[in-house]
């Protein structure tokens, strides 16, 4: 099992840019492949980003292709979500994901541990 924490949301005007950043504690943080999903008011939880136990391989969602990259560093056990160009639409609370899995995986039951959210709202 591993802890996240997940930091970074902020209120940001539609083309601005922002950064969240996943914490993970634990030991094995480099075996974990991880993700990133959001959830806007009255709408179910999507997909946005995840990336491979070694950070070789990105899955994206269509809607942030070119926008928002995934990266982390299994020096600090953190895992990051770069949003730029962000929309009104990108508003929702964003969560990271662990799992033991280690290919960029989009399914979110294939992932273990869940952070508490962190909210993200883009005005216009």
């Known amino acids: 099992q591993v802890q996240l924490v997940e930091s970074g949301g902020g209120l940001v005007q539609a083309g601005g840019s922002l950064r969240l950043s996943c914490a993970a504690s634990g030991r094995s943080f480099s075996s974990y492949a991880m993700g990133w999903f959001r959830q806007a008011p009255g709408k179910e939880r999507e997909f946005v980003a995840a990336?491979?136990?070694?950070?070789?391989?990105?899955t994206y969602a269509d809607f942030v292709k070119g926008r928002f990259t995934i990266s982390r560093d299994n020096a600090k056990n953190t895992v990051y979500l770069q949003m730029n160009s962000l929309k009104p639409e990108d508003t929702a609370v964003y969560y990271c994901?662990?799992?033991?899995?280690?290919?960029?995986?989009?399914?979110?039951?294939?992932?273990?541990?869940w952070g508490q959210g962190t909210q993200v709202t883009v005005s216009s």
């Open positions: 994901a662990a799992g033991r899995h280690t290919g960029a995986i989009q399914a979110g039951k294939t992932y273990n541990s």
């Open positions: 990336i491979s136990a070694s950070g070789g391989t990105t």
